[in-house]
């Protein structure tokens, strides 16, 4: 099974459960995911099947749309409400004024090290398991790029919000760090994510729907058309001598494509060949097959 599923994730599951549950209802092995999301968030998570898997690594730096909650008074060990409150509860005395001032200074291009409970690795160790371990935990700043964080409303110590953000940036960073600039401390209480690239929460499926889909023998029906897989390539028909050749791994002559670098390959309307790299003129070289 070859195509891309859009997954509405619960909380309380890791991403990786639901790639394993996936596994089991579709019966495809080969399942991987568009970024990960953290086991108390819910909303878009987009999954890879079969020979698609080989397109995640146009999904590394892709921006995703975020909205959540901002709990202010109490900073935690993980930045978010699953981890250990760190000092005493604090009283807020801030407006929602205030808060959008604020929020301006973590908008745009920024230096953020990522939280002590994360994947990012240490000499080969994901920092979490060193961090459970009590043992110092020292990763380097990189650079985010958040290019919208709106402060919607506020709520005594709860702020709601919505978010932009290029790949790689921690939300429960943002949410830590405004509370270090109030002095109140403060954690991330809630986060769903609707949107990750072109894939919405609207297409998104729970895991009951996926379930009850798969008894039926009909998965297929919940793929993403391949036609609107990264809709910023430009996409060409091949006619049958090329798509053949296209499938053998060979280079092929394809339609005027402009100055495109790269571009998707189709066979008819919905069969993605894979991607091709321009070589020179209107020849260009298979860079991922997905057909064959």
């Given at each position: ?8 994730k619960p909380a309380g599951m890791t991403s990786h459960d639901v790639v394993y549950r996936v ?169 769903r994510r609707t949107a990750v690239a072109e894939f919405t929460l609207e297409e998104a499926r ?27 390539m430009p996409a060409v028909t091949a006619d049958p001598e090329s798509a053949a050749r296209m ?46």
């Amino acid at each position: 099974m070859n195509g891309v599923l859009i997954i509405d994730k619960p909380a309380g599951m890791t991403s990786h459960d639901v790639v394993y549950r996936v596994r089991k209802l579709t019966g495809e092995r080969s399942v991987g995911h568009l970024g990960t999301l953290d086991p108390m968030a819910t909303g878009v998570l987009p999954l890879v099947l079969g020979k698609m898997t080989r397109l995640a690594q146009f999904y590394l730096k892709s921006d995703k749309r975020y909205e959540g909650v901002i709990r202010l008074g109490q900073a935690t060990d993980t930045y978010d409400a699953e981890g250990e409150p760190v000092g005493e509860p604090q009283p807020v005395n801030v407006t929602v004024d205030r808060l959008r001032e604020l929020a301006k200074r973590f908008t745009g291009k920024i230096q953020q090290t990522p939280p002590p409970f994360s994947a990012k690795k240490v000499a080969g160790v994901p920092a979490y398991k060193l961090a459970r371990k009590k043992k110092d935990v020292e990763l380097a700043a990189v650079e985010v790029d958040v290019k919208e964080l709106e402060i919607v409303s506020q709520t005594g110590k709860d702020v709601t919000f919505r978010s932009l953000v290029s790949g790689g940036t921690y939300l429960r960073c943002i949410a830590h760090d405004l509370g270090q600039l109030l002095g109140v401390g403060a954690h991330l209480a809630g986060l769903r994510r609707t949107a990750v690239a072109e894939f919405t929460l609207e297409e998104a499926r729970t895991l009951e729907q996926l379930e009850e889909t798969a008894r039926a023998g009909r998965v297929e029906e919940l793929l993403v058309h391949p036609r609107r897989i990264l809709p910023a390539m430009p996409a060409v028909t091949a006619d049958p001598e090329s798509a053949a050749r296209m499938r053998n791994g060979m280079a092929v002559n394809l339609p005027e494509m402009s100055k495109a670098g790269l571009v998707k390959v189709f066979a008819g309307q919905s069969e993605l060949l894979g991607i091709a790299s321009r070589v020179a003129g209107t020849l260009f070289q298979p860079k991922i097959v997905l057909a064959g």
